[in-house]
């Protein structure tokens, strides 16, 4: 694609970046006027880090980095979930090895093969039981357990359409995007119970000022962390992502937009993950003065308290934009919807003879009781 963003973007790192893909299309019916270029870059990096670069022109760049090894090892990029659709639905813009071409051909060749598609099935199931079992540890805040269901869902979507070949590179973010393809793909009616389970029907736009106020807050205490040697560098890479009120601003406008095309509730889903993208601010900078190494979105303790000491003040705003006073009642019914959805895409896999690495219990975690003395 002849477009001069992409054309300083390859001056600029190419001498780091010796492979560039380009995600097609470029738009996507919900927000055709808001977006940006995404590009899987391969180069000089440890593990996957993502990055936003703005053109001269203003053109917005989203770059997700991978190690030059793992374009070099089909079968391992095949598997690994998101960066495998990521891949598939993407074009080659440059090549500085002369070798990602047949690369990128012994990927498509491998993509299918049984065993591979269930194991990177097994990566997104992996997600939802992960996400569900965070609930048990969640019942404080049940806004926010709420939120750990939305992930179980898009986890869900994104098995199913991998099992009836639909490539999904954002589903965590915009799972709405393929909810629709899914249904006319399989006759299933998930879209609903989707929306009525997690609490989606209410006004996106409502959520603008108080993710705002969020930023602030965090933005004012938390811009510098002091990272320890042994932090990851994806976690350094997601948190300068996070961070610019530019990016906030970004995400507000793709959800007005959302919103204005007629998808509300595409638009809600996705402000409430940035609005945790952003509590997750100050819990990683404290991680990080304490010197541990963690990554940036899964929380490595109970969420409520360490912000009720470390960032109160964004509390109130962060339960409005995750779905407000929402009661630990009001939890269990998307707990079964969701136990609903699972046992539907197993269903499906196994129709289509897909056998993932699938036997955990998707069930919140239940701290153990101390054995009696």
């Given at each position: 694609m002849d477009l001069p963003a992409l054309q300083w973007?390859?001056?600029?790192?190419?001498?780091?970046?010796?492979?560039?893909?380009?995600?097609?299309?470029?738009?996507?019916?919900?927000?055709?006027?808001?977006?940006?270029?995404?590009?899987?870059?391969?180069?000089?990096?440890e593990s996957?880090?993502?990055?936003?670069?703005?053109?001269?022109?203003?053109?917005?760049l989203d770059l997700a980095w991978y190690?030059?090894?793992?374009?070099?090892?089909?079968?391992?990029?095949?598997?690994?979930?998101?960066?495998?659709?990521?891949?598939?639905?993407?074009?080659?813009?440059?090549?500085?090895?002369?070798?990602?071409?047949?690369?990128?051909?012994?990927?498509?060749?491998?993509?299918?093969?049984?065993?591979?598609?269930?194991?990177?099935?097994?990566?997104?199931?992996?997600?939802?039981y992960l996400t569900v079992r965070e609930i048990g540890v969640t019942w404080d805040f049940p806004a926010l357990a709420l939120f750990w269901l939305h992930m179980g869902h898009a986890a869900c979507v994104a098995a199913i359409a991998d099992a009836v070949r639909l490539a999904c590179p954002n589903v965590f973010t915009r799972p709405f995007g393929y909810v629709d393809d899914v249904e006319r793909a399989t006759g299933l009616e998930i879209r609903r119970e989707f929306i009525q389970a997690l609490q989606l029907e209410s006004d996106p736009l409502a959520c603008i000022e108080p993710l705002r106020r969020i930023h602030r807050a965090v933005s004012a205490r938390y811009s510098h962390p002091s990272w320890p040697a042994p932090m990851r560098q994806a976690t350094r890479a997601e948190y300068e992502y996070t961070l610019p009120a530019a990016e906030l601003e970004w995400r507000i406008d793709v959800a007005r937009e959302m919103a204005g095309n007629g998808f509300p509730e595409a638009a809600l889903y996705y402000l409430r993950f940035w609005a945790y993208s952003l509590a997750r601010?100050?819990?990683?900078?404290?991680?990080?003065?304490?010197?541990?190494?963690?990554?940036?979105?899964?929380?490595?303790?109970?969420?409520?308290?360490?912000?009720?000491?470390?960032?109160?003040?964004?509390?109130?705003?962060?339960?409005?934009?995750?779905?407000?006073?929402?009661?630990?009642?009001?939890?269990?019914?998307?707990?079964?919807?969701?136990?609903?959805?699972?046992s539907t895409t197993l269903s499906l896999l196994r129709s289509r003879g897909i056998t993932p690495p699938e036997a955990k219990d998707w069930r919140p975690h239940r701290p153990q009781t101390p054995t009696p003395a």
């Open positions: 973007l390859q001056e600029c790192i190419s001498s780091r970046a010796g492979t560039a893909f380009l995600r097609m299309p470029v738009t996507d019916r919900f927000c055709s006027h808001t977006f940006d270029l995404d590009l899987v870059v391969f180069g000089e990096v996957f880090r993502p990055q936003r670069i703005r053109a001269p022109d203003g053109t917005p190690p030059d090894k793992l374009l070099t090892a089909p079968e391992s990029l095949a598997q690994s979930g998101l960066a495998a659709h990521r891949l598939q639905c993407s074009e080659l813009l440059w090549d500085g090895s002369g070798q990602a071409a047949n690369c990128r051909q012994a990927f498509d060749r491998c993509f299918y093969q049984p065993p591979i598609q269930a194991k990177r099935i097994g990566v997104f199931l992996d997600m939802g601010l100050p819990m990683v900078w404290h991680r990080a003065a304490e010197g541990q190494d963690i990554a940036f979105l899964r929380p490595e303790r109970a969420v409520r308290p360490d912000l009720e000491k470390h960032c109160p003040e964004i509390l109130p705003d962060l339960t409005t934009v995750l779905g407000g006073q929402v009661s630990v009642d009001g939890i269990h019914p998307a707990i079964e919807n969701l136990a609903r959805l699972r």
